[in-house]
């Protein structure tokens, strides 16, 4: 079992920023990639970004050079830096965790204000 704590979200008004966090605990060892989904009011949860043991990354279209994921395997948290924000990354942003299992955060909510 694995446990995810997202937490950073909040109202931000466009060109802004956040960091979203999510703290991992429960069996970690087993983990094999993390990653962030969002879901938009009305729209299908998407990948955004995601982070694998060895560092690799990978990035929706929507994102790049926009959004930088990161981890630090001391703290056992992933990292999701969002800068230059618009109203249409406005969602709620949700922690994965997969083992061969997908884990699921609660979600964490962003809003950007135009």
């Known amino acids: 079992q694995v446990q995810l704590v997202e937490s950073g979200g909040g109202l931000v008004q466009a060109g802004g920023s956040l960091r979203l966090s999510c703290a991992a605990s429960?069996?970690?060892?087993?983990?094999?990639?993390m990653a962030w989904y969002r879901q938009a009011p009305g729209k299908q949860r998407e990948l955004v970004a995601s982070i694998t043991n060895g560092g690799r990354t990978w990035y929706a279209d929507a994102v790049k050079g926009q959004f930088t994921i990161s981890r630090d395997n001391a703290k056992n948290t992933v990292y999701l830096q969002m800068n230059s924000l618009k109203p249409e990354d406005t969602a709620v942003y949700y922690c994965?965790?997969?083992?061969?299992?997908?884990?699921w955060g609660k979600g964490t909510l962003v809003t950007v204000s135009s």
């Open positions: 994965n965790a997969f083992t061969g299992i997908n884990y």
């Open positions: 429960g069996s970690i060892f087993s983990i094999n990639v």
